[in-house]
C-alpha cells in the first residue's frame, strides 16, 4: 500500500519570503500522480499543483513550484514570495497509475507572517 | 460554475443517533468520492462512485455507514448507530474521468457526536 509523509507539522514564513514543505511517498508503482492541495481554515481543499511521475520536468504553477526526485521518492512544494493568503494545511497526496483514490500526508500547517 | 455542494455544513448530534450528509456533484462529474477527514489528518477515502456503481467501497465501515448515488448524480452518506469517535469532517469530492485526475472537494460537513 502507497503511503504518505509530511514531516513537517507546522512551519511559519515572514510575508515575501520563500518557504518548502517536504513530502515522502512510498509505493511500487513507476507511473503515479503526485499533488499538492491547500485547504484554508474553514474553508474547503483546492489543488495548488499536480506532478505526473513520468514527466523530470518540476511543475510550476506561478509562486508554486515542486521538487520532484523520483529515485527518493521525494517531492517538496516552494511557495516564492509567501502571501498572508497562503495561510492554510497543505497536503501533499499520491494517486496510483489507475487514477482511482488520493492518498493524503497528514498535512503540514503553514502560517505566514505580516 | 458551481463546485461541488455538501450540506448540512454543521451537524451535532448525540451518540447512538443517526445521521445524514448529502453531497451534489459539479455538473457532468461521473466520479464522486466520500472522504473522512479526522481532525489533525488528512482524508481517507470511504467509498468512490462511478455512475450510480460503487467500484471501491473497501474502506467504508459497512456495520454502521452506507451510502447511495441514486441516479448517478447526487450521493448520501449515512451513519446508523453515530458513535463518539465519528465526530469529523466528512468530504466529498466529484472528478470528470479518471484521465484529468483532478478531484474538486466540497466543503465538507463537521459532524460532532455528543
Known amino acids: 500500500a502507497q503511503t504518505v509523509t509530511q514531516s513537517q507539522p507546522e512551519m511559519s514564513v515572514q510575508e515575501a519570503e520563500t518557504v518548502t514543505l517536504s513530502c515522502t511517498y512510498d509505493t511500487s508503482e513507476s507511473n503515479y500522480y503526485l499533488f499538492w492541495y491547500k485547504q484554508p481554515p474553514s474553508r474547503q481543499m483546492i489543488l495548488v499543483i499536480r506532478?505526473?511521475?513520468?514527466?523530470?520536468q518540476n511543475a510550476t504553477e506561478n509562486r508554486f513550484s515542486v521538487n520532484f526526485q523520483k529515485a527518493a521518492k521525494s517531492f517538496s512544494l516552494k511557495i516564492s514570495d509567501s502571501q498572508l493568503g497562503d495561510t492554510a494545511m497543505y497536503f501533499c497526496a499520491f494517486m496510483g497509475p489507475y487514477g482511482n483514490k488520493l492518498v493524503f500526508g497528514a498535512g503540514t500547517i503553514l502560517r505566514v507572517k505580516s | 460554475e458551481a463546485g461541488v455542494v455538501q450540506s448540512p455544513r454543521y451537524k451535532i448530534i448525540e451518540k447512538k443517533q443517526p445521521v445524514a450528509f448529502w453531497c451534489n456533484p459539479i455538473s457532468g462529474h461521473n466520479t464522486l468520492y466520500w472522504y473522512l477527514q479526522n481532525l489533525g489528518q488528512g482524508p481517507e477515502l470511504l467509498i468512490r462512485y462511478e455512475n450510480e456503481e460503487a467500484v471501491d467501497d473497501s474502506q467504508l465501515p459497512k456495520d454502521r455507514f452506507s451510502a447511495e448515488r441514486l441516479k448517478g448524480v447526487d450521493s448520501t452518506l449515512k451513519i446508523q448507530p453515530a458513535e463518539l469517535g465519528d465526530s469529523a469532517v466528512h468530504l466529498c469530492?466529484?472528478?470528470?474521468?479518471?484521465?484529468?485526475?483532478?478531484?474538486?472537494f466540497g466543503p465538507g460537513t463537521r459532524l460532532t457526536v455528543l
Open positions: 506532478q505526473e511521475a513520468y514527466k523530470q
Open positions: 469530492a466529484s472528478s470528470s474521468n479518471l484521465a484529468s485526475n483532478e478531484q474538486f
